[in-house]
């Protein structure tokens, strides 16, 4: 009997000290999850901006391309303008004296 009292006193002991160390866990794991909430919302906020990035990376882009596009216009009138002025220039010549 006493022998039994032992072991059942050792059982209980060792449920206390398995009880224990899960609630030490258990904190041990909720203080990771706290530590990680500010991580998480970097992490968030990186993305966040990325995208911003990215997004205005493509309005620069478009802006480029809207701006090559004038400067082609620019170019052919430039160069239309040179050949009437060519052709105005002889028709002109034809009149010297």
Same mark, same amino acid.
């Given at each position: 009997?006493?022998?039994? &009292? =032992? @072991? $059942?006193?050792?059982? !209980?002991? #060792?449920?206390?000290?398995?009880?224990?160390? +899960?609630?030490?866990?258990?904190?041990?794991?909720?203080?990771?999850?706290?530590?990680?909430?500010?991580?998480?919302?970097?992490?968030?906020?990186? &993305? =966040? @901006? $990325?995208?911003?990035? !990215?997004? #205005?990376?493509?309005?620069?882009?478009?802006? +480029?391309?809207?701006?090559?596009?004038?400067?082609?216009?620019?170019?052919?009138?430039?160069?239309?303008?040179?050949?009437?002025?060519?052709?105005?220039?002889?028709?002109?010549?034809?009149?010297?004296?």
């Amino acid at each position: 009997m006493e022998k039994s &009292s =032992v @072991t $059942i006193h050792e059982g !209980v002991e #060792n449920i206390q000290n398995v009880t224990q160390e +899960i609630k030490h866990t258990v904190e041990n794991v909720n203080n990771l999850y706290d530590e990680m909430k500010p991580i998480s919302q970097s992490i968030s906020d990186q &993305s =966040v @901006t $990325i995208q911003s990035v !990215v997004d #205005n990376t493509h309005i620069i882009a478009s802006g +480029i391309e809207e701006s090559n596009v004038a400067v082609n216009e620019i170019n052919k009138t430039v160069t239309h303008i040179q050949k009437q002025s060519e052709r105005l220039k002889s028709i002109v010549e034809q009149f010297k004296i």
